[in-house]
């Protein structure tokens, strides 16, 4: 078998995306090929180039730093999928705290 | 008077000043087509007919100086009481903003993006969101998990992407005009496939604040209409410095619908990038493509042909920058604070891992993996590093050539619009963007214009105008100056 040029399995878990098998067994050739492809970038004499961050740079660009209106509180928490009182609701991630 | 859902703003506009039918008249036409037509195109996911008909009303008392005095600025406006699609990434205040994806089902917006607060602001009507590709990924809005949009000119073909839902809308009459957004093509494409003229501003021209990011270095909002005017007329709305925005330059927005009084293409100095002109490139989209060349000499226009040397790397450069990009945006949907959250998880890692797993579709996912991989340690240097140094050197060529010539001219995409389900691969997809990724690398404008229909299969082929950065103004002149004479 063709070695492999990503591990999509323990890029996904990286990423914080859980995939089925079906999935994994999906997505391994197609980003092998994705990622075969891009590598034509090796080819390029790149050095004394600069990066280019954005399609236009802009430097420090800033505004004044005023307290303005926000989003009201339960407006914020208007989409929230599970919330107690004021705060968004989550499972317990430190162990041992009171929950 | 009847189709005035046909109306493009311009000729809307000015019906609605002379007084021939009001806003609620148009808005109402464009409510009937949408209930008879949308039904088969598939182009609006949701229409808030009420808050439409609230909207036109509203307008219509500015416009004889009744109502509230809150809309009097708009009152010379020619968006006043035009009702405009809007994509469904940009955030509209009280309404569904899902990015065609089951991960923001439910979703509603809490605050208006900075283009709907400037178009409310000249009194525009946004009350229907049309479909997309999930998050703007994609060619054929057939990754959109929320509904399938055809082509209008040919129900088995895809309408492009990813916004092919304001494409359909605007190709299909379902709307006056449309927004859209274009990543690395994503509104010039479906334009073409639709028949309609699609506008992807110079990066920073427009606010992106309260537009859901995909790539944060390329993606611009642009107008998507029936006609070269109607694009300016938007833009001018559009356009402009947005403190919310920190790569909106505070430079001056030229008046876009007086650039274009006049327009022509005599002694217009046109570029051919000679790598856009390949044996791929479908027989009918060469012709059209030529044809148009043909049109624009004759015209007056001089034609030159140019290089690009690094075009052949952009595709590979955009496939690792944008996913890079896209990662790192994404991270925010993880089943916190809105969005889906899975009924699986019983710690805080599974909450993320299942809520996104359940979420997102197979486009996305293959593209935050993509983009998770080429950021990660070890392989940043080889690959994403690397990326922005070679997109370094395609701005250059674009630079060098504008010390040339005014514009280029090239074709959109190397096909029509395709058919539904025609093709499967990611790469192949992929390919649809050859000739629109590299000018949203290098940060320039350009603008897809319908250049006629294929013989046999009688679809609709726009082609690409090229222009300048923040040259938006001598763009859409010669973009209207193609129209005339096409």
Redesign the interface.
Known sequence: MEKTA?D?AY??????????EE?KS??QP??D???R??????S?D?SD????????A?VN???EDVVRPS?DRE??L?????RTGDE?M????VEGAES | MSELYRLGIEEAAAGLAKGDFSSVELTRSVIDRVRTENPKIGAYLTFDEEGALAAAKAADDARKGLGSGSMDGARRSPLLGIPVAIKDLINVKGQPCTCASKILEGYVSPYDATVISNLKAAGAICAGRVNMDEFAMGSSTENSALGRTVNPYDVTRVPGGSSGGSAAAVGGDLCIAALGTDTGGSIRQPASFCNCVGLKPSYGRVSRYGVTAFASSLDQVGPMTKSVTDAALLLQVLAGRDEMDGTTPDEPVPDYAAALAGASLKGVKIGLPKEYFIDGLDPEVKRLTDEAIAKCASAGAEMVEVSLPHTEQAMAVYYIVAPAEASANLARFDGVRYGHRSGRSDDVFNLYARSRAEGFGPEVKRRIIMGTYVLSSGYYDAYYGRALKVRTLIRRDFETVFGMVDALLAPVAPTPAFRLGEVQDPLTMYLNDLFTIPSSLAGNCAISVPAGFTAGTNLPVGIQLIGDAYREDRLLRIAKAFEEVR
């Open positions: 990503i999509v890029v996904a878990e990286l990423a914080r995306l859980e995939l089925t999935e999906v997505f197609q980003l090929t994705i990622v492809y891009v590598e034509k970038i090796s390029v790149v180039v600069p990066p280019t961050m954005h399609g236009r802009i660009s800033l505004r989003l407006v914020a208007a989409n929230a999928p599970a968004f989550l499972p317990k991630i």
